[in-house]
T-cell receptor
Framework: DGGITQSPKYLFRKEGQNVTLSCEQNLNHDAMYWYRQDPGQGLRLIYYSQIVNDFQKGDIAEGYSVSREKKESFPLTVTSAQKNPTAFYLC?????????????FGQGTRLTVV | KQEVTQIPAALSVPEGENLVLNCSFTDSAIYNLQWFRQDPGKGLTSLLLIQSSQREQTSGRLNASLDKSSGRSTLYIAASQPGDSATYLCAVPSGNTGKLIFGQGTTLQVKP
């Protein structure tokens, strides 16, 4: 089955730790995205990548980093610089990074700071 | 700057009722509009994608319409069922990119 796989489903982070969220897609899509969802704030874009080895900051990139070394993979690292990382993180992909293309989402990772 | 609004934030209806969810956007120069469904604690499932040149799209009991000139889209759900209970989100691209701007969502409860 084609789709987007996010892991882990739940992640707990201690203060000062960096953690990495995995996102893998087998849809052969060029573009991939990371969104953050908080209650009452909707989804906000963290980073996006339109093609391998290239990525751009979204609206709330501070405290996060990404890499895009393979077409299928777009991992997100939440660094200790992110002051309020507790949230639901969603990875998405689209065939191209253009308006008019349909976006597909993974099942999400819930990150909690303990 | 594009803004997307969904009203109401929550809606409760009895089973079998037909209902309409609303989505409005401030900049009518959109390439498409996408409706999603989100179950609690889950990711987003794409329901319908309407291209800017289309007026509506249908999938089963769902029908989405788009009126770019007025900056509005509606999602019509026919003969609602308890299984339709979820949060429904609409989103439009930011310019000619794949970056999406989301509304806050409408949480629907269909009572048996």
């Amino acid at each position: 089955d084609g789709g987007i796989t996010q892991s882990p489903k739940y992640l707990f982070r201690k203060e000062g730790q960096n953690v990495t969220l995995s996102c893998e897609q087998n849809l052969n899509h060029d573009a991939m995205y990371w969104y953050r969802q908080d209650p009452g704030q909707g989804l906000r874009l963290i980073y996006y990548s339109q093609i391998v080895n290239d990525f751009q900051k979204g609206d709330i990139a501070e405290g996060y980093s990404v890499s895009r070394e393979k077409k299928e993979s777009f991992p997100l690292t939440v660094t200790s610089a992110q002051k309020n990382p507790t949230a639901f993180y969603l990875c998405a992909s689209s065939i191209k990074g253009l308006g008019g293309t349909e976006a597909f989402f993974g099942q999400g990772t819930r990150l909690t700071v303990v | 700057k594009q803004e997307v609004t969904q009203i109401p934030a929550a809606l409760s209806v009895p089973e079998g009722e037909n209902l309409v969810l609303n989505c409005s956007f401030t900049d009518s120069a959109i390439y498409n509009l996408q409706w999603f469904r989100q179950d609690p604690g889950k990711g987003l499932t794409s329901l319908l994608l309407i291209q800017s040149s289309q007026r509506e799209q249908t999938s089963g009991r769902l029908n989405a319409s788009l009126d770019k000139s007025s900056g509005r889209s509606t999602l019509y759900i026919a003969a609602s069922q308890p299984g339709d209970s979820a949060t429904y989100l609409c989103a439009v691209p930011s310019g000619n990119t794949g970056k999406l701007i989301f509304g806050q969502g409408t949480t629907l409860q269909v009572k048996p």
